[in-house]
């Protein structure tokens, strides 16, 4: 509010100078009989464009700058600096000729030139390849976002945990986090919450209901609070995945991903990321069944070769049982006979007992 104020009395102040100024000269070239509306009218407009204006132009801009600077790099600020330092030392050269020329376009040529190199040379730089400052300089845009949530990686797990869309979308995470198992602070990016917002706004059904249940499982996860749950205000432009994004991240702030993507989960992992798989930690919390053990379960429908019974435990794992087919919406204790482990969980042989 006070910058406000002192923005508006400030451009008002200068708008005066510049309206009186104007209508001097104006008033000189038209003759004098024309001062008084020329000197007094510009001067009293340029205090209330001043007035009106200035801070849109100062403190609104520099609010929007700030906004849009604030999930850019340092180094990449800098680089962008230095692009516009050599780009102005270099229009200097080259207007050092051009201002003999006379007359308006003496004094154009090389005004048009310098803003024209400078923001050549700070794009250039800009870019994310030609970062100069990227090795000397750590990124701290998301610590700061954070405000101090986030810690090293050596922390392990107790450190920040981003969160995929596909583990939003899974509905388990608000199960998990009532069960006090995931430490640290939940990290939502904007950019996942995009995605998230699309998934829901989605004109097929399933993928509406499926993203609509994903923002109402964040809703009850932050008003619950048995984890701290922060949303991240930041982006990455250059980067066109959204996994990119996650990664990218991950590795700046020291986080692991909490994710049920298959995908995800081995990029990450190539990238010295920790992981925390939901599908994962489901299959390690199965309980352990070994061969000879005996299982009381519902057979459901028939297998895949002739004779078999498929059924189900409690916990999802399937169980296949020879000469089943004839034991369907029966109940059955069967004997396990082997347990074959896969990438897509476990699934158990057995036999009538």
């Keep these: 509010m006070v910058a406000d104020i ?3 009395i400030a451009g008002g102040a200068i708008l005066a100078v510049v309206g009186w100024g104007l209508g001097n000269f104006i008033a000189d070239v038209w003759g004098p009989e024309q001062f008084i509306f020329w000197v007094f009218g510009l001067t009293i407009a340029g205090v209330v464009i001043g007035l009106v204006a200035t801070p849109f132009a100062t403190v609104g801009l520099s609010r929007s ?8 790099p340092t180094s990449r600020l800098l680089s962008a600096i230095v692009g516009m330092v050599i780009g102005l030392l270099i229009a200097l050269l080259v207007s050092i000729p051009l201002f003999r020329i006379p007359g308006w376009l003496g004094l154009i040529l090389p005004v048009a030139i310098s803003l024209f190199l400078a923001y050549l040379g700070a794009t250039l730089l800009f870019a994310p390849s030609r970062d100069i400052f990227h090795r000397f300089l750590p990124d701290n845009r998301a610590f700061h976002t954070l405000n101090g949530v986030a810690s090293s990686s050596s922390n392990g797990h107790s450190g920040p945990v981003l969160l995929d869309t596909s583990a939003i979308i899974d509905g388990r995470i608000a199960a998990i986090s009532k069960t006090g198992f995931l430490q640290g602070t939940l990290i939502v990016p904007r950019f996942i919450l995009n995605e998230l917002r699309h998934v829901a706004d989605s004109k097929d059904s399933m993928k509406r209901a499926r993203g609509r249940r994903g923002l109402e499982l964040l809703r009850e996860i932050r008003e619950e609070g048995q984890v701290r749950t922060e949303i991240l205000e930041i982006d990455y432009p250059d980067a066109r995945e959204v996994d990119a994004k996650l990664v990218g991240l991950a590795k700046e702030i020291g986080a692991s991903i909490l994710t049920t993507d298959f995908n995800l989960n081995r990029v990450a992992q190539i990238d010295g990321i920790a992981v925390l798989n939901v599908n994962e930690l489901a299959s390690s919390l199965r309980p352990v069944v070994i061969p000879g053990e005996s299982l009381r379960l519902k057979i459901l429908h028939e297998g895949k070769e002739p004779g ?19 034991y369907i919406d029966s109940e059955l204790d069967v004997t396990v006979a082997r347990v074959l482990q896969t990438a897509a969980g476990c699934m158990i042989f057995a036999s009538p007992s």
């Design 6 to 8: 002192l923005s508006r």
């Design 308 to 326: 078999q019974g498929v059924g189900f435990l409690e916990d999802g794992t399937m169980v296949v049982v020879d000469s089943g087919v004839r």
């Design 65 to 72: 700058i700030a906004n849009q600077t604030r999930s850019v």
